[in-house]
């Protein structure tokens, strides 16, 4: 999965989502909801103490730039536990 930058507002809410050197504005309320992986099928063990290794995801709506315009692109991202960062799950264009 591709590494990303989540840019956000004063009050914690993505705004701007760079990959590849393009930027994405958001141009739709995120969506925010956290997934229960299996430990045993991710690279990462399981921490001690834990008896669940859970996932946050994060569904934003963007347009590529500043052009209101454009046509919406729904990228899924899912956060990189071990850095804080997040990676690209999967990106899906409007295509009407």
Not at 78 to 85: F, I, K, P, S
């Amino acid at each position: 999965m591709e590494h990303v930058m989540v840019r956000t507002g004063i009050n914690g809410t993505p705004t701007t989502v760079i990959s590849k050197g393009r930027e994405w504005a958001v141009g739709a309320e995120p969506v925010r909801w956290f997934e229960r992986l299996n430990w045993w099928e991710v690279n990462r063990r399981m921490p001690k103490g834990l008896g669940r290794v859970d996932v946050e995801v994060l569904q934003v709506q963007v347009r590529l730039g500043g052009n209101r315009s454009s046509a919406l692109t729904t990228m899924l991202l899912e956060r990189d536990g071990l850095g804080g960062g997040w990676r690209l799950r999967e990106a899906v264009s409007d295509a009407a």
